[in-house]
């Protein structure tokens, strides 16, 4: 059964760095695009981060540009979210996600299959 657990959420200061990491249990994982979203309460789920099949290129958010980055390891079957210099706006649940293709995409539409979610707070 296909399964994405997110782990590494938790309550951090402002200007402090998280890396969440998304353990994949999907099939052909080496060809499926991946990426991260977010939603903060009262707020639609936000692109942040995704990564082709072959973790050679990624789009990053606007928002979170300079800031956040995506890498994969097709030999883990996992998909990082490295977030560094935290802002109180960061805070939300953070998904991981599969595509449906190899590419990258920033819409939520294109993704077949989603984490339950792991919770980052930033404090101010």
């Known amino acids: 059964q296909a399964q994405l657990v997110e782990s590494g959420g938790g309550v951090v200061q402002t200007g402090d760095s998280l890396s969440l990491s998304c353990a994949a249990s999907?099939?052909?994982?080496?060809?499926?695009?991946m990426g991260w979203f977010r939603q903060a309460p009262g707020k639609e789920r936000e692109f942040v981060a995704a990564?082709?099949?072959?973790?050679?290129?990624?789009i990053i958010a606007d928002s979170v540009k300079g800031r956040f980055s995506i890498i994969r390891d097709n030999t883990e079957n996992t998909v990082i979210l490295q977030m560094q210099n935290l802002k109180p706006e960061d805070t939300a649940l953070y998904y991981c996600?599969?595509?449906?293709?190899?590419?990258?995409?920033?819409?939520?539409?294109?993704?077949?299959?989603w984490g339950q979610g792991t919770q980052v707070t930033v404090s101010s």
């Open positions: 990564v082709n099949w072959l973790g050679t290129s990624a």
């Open positions: 999907i099939p052909t994982f080496s060809d499926t695009g």
């Open positions: 996600a599969g595509n449906q293709y190899q590419g990258m995409s920033t819409t939520a539409a294109s993704y077949i299959y």
